[in-house]
């Protein structure tokens, strides 16, 4: 059914027609509607689950893997400060292979603390085994919870929905909310491979030395490639049960015959298509990958795309994180994608790579600025690495106090008083 | 596409200004948009909420720089620097006061716009006597509705109805006719040619 | 709690007449039928008290449950000896996930029991002292104030073991930890730190909490027993001996658990509802330098001078408890009715079903 409804909302009546079992809360911004929305559903009768209120964010993920590991379909939801605290839980419900189902929704990870949208928190998490799917509307938000269930199911692995915090959560638009009849007909009940059962005991999550680890770990490894494979098919499978596309591995947008392509993840695709469409009646050939699938990575899909029509090419990873020391994040595996060594790829037709870090702690990514950073790409003028919309003057304010002076003070209080200042007009 | 800005105070709904715009453009068949500024929204602060609607769907999510439409909630904050930003001259503002543009200091702005574009609607004094709080949300909306014809005021009574119950439903619906009327007599417009127009 | 004493007679060798007790009277252990919950085939140390104590405590949930039980551990000494890969020594379901989230996986194991429709199967959830005192500690407090159907167990060997002896949140003041050298001044860890989790576990009030010792079995399985009649969250705290952490002879596990009873530094006792409803009373008070003396973590208050000073302070701390709890026989626990232990029961009596 439609609805003209917040991004939270839509993601709570999602998961609620999944019929989870055990939920557990536990409230960081801007993930709170969601578990409000579902704590509401569940007191009013109208979703027969657990719903259990943590005393933290480590409960949380803790107490959702042992509902899994009882045989409940479980699912939890938490953000940047939240996700980092769960860490060790995160690692270890991917570890013991328990399909845990999270949202998570993207916030940038302090210090400074800072509570709006950036990916820095679920890129912290991408090696810890999870399935990461990226959500580019809230449509698509809904939908991925649904799908994110049944491949979770099927892999025993967990699966994290990431819709970017407050963009997406907080913004209210057009969802078509499935019914629940179609939604049982997509998921069937939760069929777990290990079970915590005393008619048949078992031993979950012992020791496993240096005899066997490796080959654990292999299996993990394994579950990513089978994932590759699956993603697509039960983004299939969804769309001839709800008439919608949604999900799958990568989502091109007329990349077919372009020169420039802007990889990039989440619902800055929006503001980025828009873009590209005006871009394209200017006459420049641009065009866009997004990546849906984060981990695995869709490597053969990104090469196909990267390294298929577009010769030469020039390339823009928008980074929605940073990397310190490092650089960028999807630039690296973009990078590996290209690089594989297959052969099949000449070495002097590899696209140019440019990395642009955009939209930090929730610095609006404005279609002006998008434009202008593709066209200068275009025209070969863009770094190898840049910051899309930084402030320079504050960066240089701040250097300068810290060459002048030992004590210069906290950098972000120093930069935010730059601010007051230049707002108010005082320092004239 | 038609774009909206709203301005007030934290504690105003002004989030809630956005979403019920968004829903009764919904309910005609548009698509909507409506997402808060995201600043950090303490009661009594400025803060910023934005509203697109549009026949087809909407991708672009960055802030609205461009506002085919402004409603500002409170007349505190005419002086607020960059409050009317982007405004296109032919934008309509609308304001939630009981003083004229050039009372609250805004001849400049008054003598660069299409008089039937601007509009001072004492919205919260309507609420305050239908409603018994000074909550100018929905008789704005309304007054954006008869000013605009964005979308029609049965769309936004209907999203009223929809969002709130009982006596703050009725209020709030009162406050609203009475602000669409108050616009149709301000530029004696034909109340049902406002009524029907198709919107955006 | 009734629980009979039963009097058993020396009869020349060491040997304890009334072994042939009636059925009911005997203990789990001592039956054919027993669960063996934690089989033999584990790498615990030579008289590792937890092994002990975990077989007495999980022997009896199995018995109430009548098998139906599932348990999570917590990283530690338990877990690594009880699963060395590939085997098991559990014969029950279990769960290994972390260090300091053994409570909250409970209550999620809990949680999904009571939505699966099968509160029939119950849970307990386990660690060591490290585990339940500091790192679980949150999710303890967490487990106790929601008042999740979960039986906690901590076994208490007042240090962390399995990473070699480092000083925890219980372990005692004088004693000799790794990070506690019996160096300097003041050698082992200082007085005036650690936790009660007993106390802070009915300053909670949860329905049932109890100390336990592995000296004295039948009290440890009543108690076992006794904490499922509950349901809501409980807690149990067995004092268990580390022979290689307390440096004692791996043949005199049980007999310093005794004695930590008898001198009064381990009070053990029963609290329902935030209150004190008994305490099993010191049959004969020895001093604390008996119980002392047969750990080398406190060979330091004897060698190479007695340390007086600190053997006193250490007196005095069991002199507290004894009249705190009321120990001795002939001691009414008269100051319990004034101490913070005393709150007026808040469940309601039909939170206990």
Redesign the interface.
Same mark, same amino acid.
């Given at each position: 059914m439609l609805k003209q409804i917040e991004g939270s909302r839509a993601v709570a009546e999602a998961v609620a027609l999944c019929r989870p079992q055990v939920i557990c809360a536990y409230p960081i911004t801007p993930q709170t509607h969601i578990v409000e929305a579902l704590g509401a559903l569940v007191k009013k009768g109208e979703l027969n689950a657990g719903f259990l209120n943590v005393e933290s964010e480590f409960a949380a993920m803790s107490a959702v893997i042992g509902a899994s590991a009882v045989g409940a379909r479980t699912y939890t939801a938490t953000a940047s400060q939240g996700l980092l605290y769960m860490s060790e839980a995160v690692y270890n419900a991917a570890g013991l292979g328990l399909p845990v189902v999270m949202t998570v929704a993207n916030r940038a990870i302090g210090a400074p603390i800072n509570i709006w949208n950036d990916h820095s928190d679920s890129m912290s998490q991408r090696d810890a085994g999870w399935i990461q799917l990226y959500a580019e509307t809230n449509q698509e938000a809904a939908d991925l919870h649904i799908q994110a269930f049944r491949i979770a199911e099927e892999l025993s692995n967990p699966v994290m929905v990431c819709m970017d915090g407050f963009v997406l959560t907080h913004a209210s638009e057009r969802v078509d909310i499935p019914g629940q009849a179609e939604a049982d007909a997509f998921l069937p009940p939760y069929q777990p491979r290990q079970v915590l059962d005393p008619d048949d005991p078992v031993s979950i999550g012992a020791m496993v030395g240096p005899e066997a680890f490796t080959e654990v770990r292999f299996l993990a490894e394994e579950r990513m490639r089978q994932a590759l494979d699956l993603i697509p098919d039960v983004a299939s499978a969804f769309e001839r049960q709800f008439g919608r596309e949604s999900g799958g591995l990568v989502k091109p947008y007329r990349t077919g015959d372009a020169e420039l392509i802007i990889v990039a993840l989440g619902s800055v695709l929006g503001t980025v298509k828009d873009t590209i469409d005006e871009l394209r009646e200017d006459g420049i050939r641009v065009g866009a990958l997004g990546i849906t699938s984060f981990r695995p990575f869709p490597v053969q899909s990104v090469r196909a795309v990267l390294a298929g029509g577009c010769r030469p090419c020039r390339v823009v990873v928008l980074e929605r994180a940073l990397a310190p020391g490092s650089g960028g994040i999807v630039t690296a595996d973009v990078r590996a994608a290209l690089a594989a060594t297959d052969g099949s790829l000449p070495r002097t037709e590899h696209p140019i790579i440019s990395t642009v870090v955009a939209g930090l702690g929730g610095r609006p990514i404005t279609g002006k600025c998008l434009r202008a950073m593709l066209l200068d790409a275009k025209r070969g003028q863009l770094p190898p690495f840049s910051f899309l919309d930084l402030q320079p003057g504050l960066v240089q304010a701040e250097l300068a106090r810290m060459q002048a002076n030992r004590r210069s003070g906290p950098t972000a209080e120093n930069m935010l008083r730059d601010l007051g200042v230049t707002a108010s007009g005082a320092a004239d | 596409m038609f774009q909206v800005r709203f301005h007030g105070r934290g504690g105003q709904g002004v989030v809630t200004a956005?979403?019920l715009l968004?829903?009764a453009?919904?309910?005609q068949g548009r698509?909507?948009?409506?997402? $808060?500024s995201?600043g950090s929204e303490r009661m009594g602060a400025p803060v910023m909420s934005f509203c697109r609607i549009d026949r087809k769907?909407?991708?672009?999510?960055? $802030?609205v720089?461009e506002p085919d439409a402004l409603v500002i909630q409170d007349p505190t904050l005419v002086h607020q620097?960059d409050l009317f930003a982007g405004l296109t001259p032919s934008g309509y503002v609308l304001i939630n006061a009981t003083a004229s543009f050039a009372q609250l200091g805004l001849a400049d702005l008054a003598a660069t716009h299409d008089s039937d574009r601007l509009l001072v609607v004492p919205a919260s004094s309507l609420a305050m006597a239908r409603l018994g709080r000074p909550l100018p949300g929905a008789p704005l909306l309304a007054a954006l509705a008869a000013l605009t014809g964005v979308v029609s005021l049965d769309a936004v009574l209907a999203a009223i109805d929809d969002r709130f119950t009982g006596q703050v439903a009725a209020g709030n619906t009162a406050a609203a006719v009475a602000a669409f009327d108050y616009v149709l007599a301000a530029f004696d417009y034909d109340r049902v040619e406002r009524k029907e127009l198709s919107g955006a | 709690m009734p629980s009979t004493r039963i009097k058993f007679y020396q009869v020349g060798s060491f040997a304890a007449g009334n072994r042939l007790l009636p059925e009911d009277l005997r203990s789990i252990q001592s039956s054919d039928a027993r669960a063996n919950t934690l089989t033999c085939g584990h790498r615990a140390c030579q008289g590792c008290g937890e092994a002990l104590g975990a077989r007495y405590a999980l022997d009896a949930v199995m018995r109430a449950t009548k098998g139906k039980m599932i348990a999570v551990n917590a990283t530690g000494c338990l877990e690594v000896f009880s699963t060395p890969f590939p085997e098991t020594s559990w014969q029950i379901p279990w769960l290994h996930s972390l260090f300091g989230n053994a409570p909250a996986v409970g209550s999620g194991v809990a949680t999904a029991l009571k939505a699966m429709g099968r509160s029939d199967i119950r849970v307990v959830a386990q660690g060591g002292d490290g585990g339940t005192v500091d790192i679980g500690m949150a999710c303890l407090s967490g487990l106790f104030e929601r008042n999740d159907d979960v039986l906690y167990i901590c076994y208490d060997n007042q240090a962390y073991m399995n990473t070699g002896v480092q000083r925890s949140g219980a372990t005692p003041p004088a004693a000799r930890t790794a990070t506690t050298p019996a160096v300097g001044p003041e050698p082992g860890n200082a007085f005036g730190q650690g936790k009660n989790v007993p106390l802070i576990a009915m300053a909670h009030e949860i329905p049932y909490v109890a100390t336990a010792t592995v000296a004295d079995l039948r009290d440890l399985e009543d108690k076992a027993t006794r904490a499922m009649d509950f349901h809501g969250a409980r807690y149990l705290h067995i004092l268990v001996p580390c022979p290689l952490g307390w440096g004692s002879s791996p043949a005199d596990t049980i007999k310093v658990a005794r004695l930590a009873t008898e001198s009064g530094l381990f009070p053990v006792f029963e609290a329902e509802d935030g209150q004190v409803v008994s305490s099993a009373r010191i049959r004969r008070q020895v001093p604390v330098t008996d119980y002392l003396r047969l750990q080398a973590r406190y060979a330091h208050l004897f060698h190479p001078q007695e340390r007086t000073d600190v053997i006193e302070r250490l007196q005095a701390s069991a002199d507290r408890n004894i009249a705190r709890f009321g120990l001795l026989e002939d001691q009414k626990p008269a100051h319990i009715e004034r101490t913070r232990l005393t709150l007026a029961p808040v469940h309601d009596s039909d939170q206990r079903r």
């Open positions: - | 956005a979403e968004a829903a453009a919904f309910s698509y909507a948009q409506a997402f $808060p995201f769907p909407i991708r672009t999510r960055e $802030p720089t620097a | -």
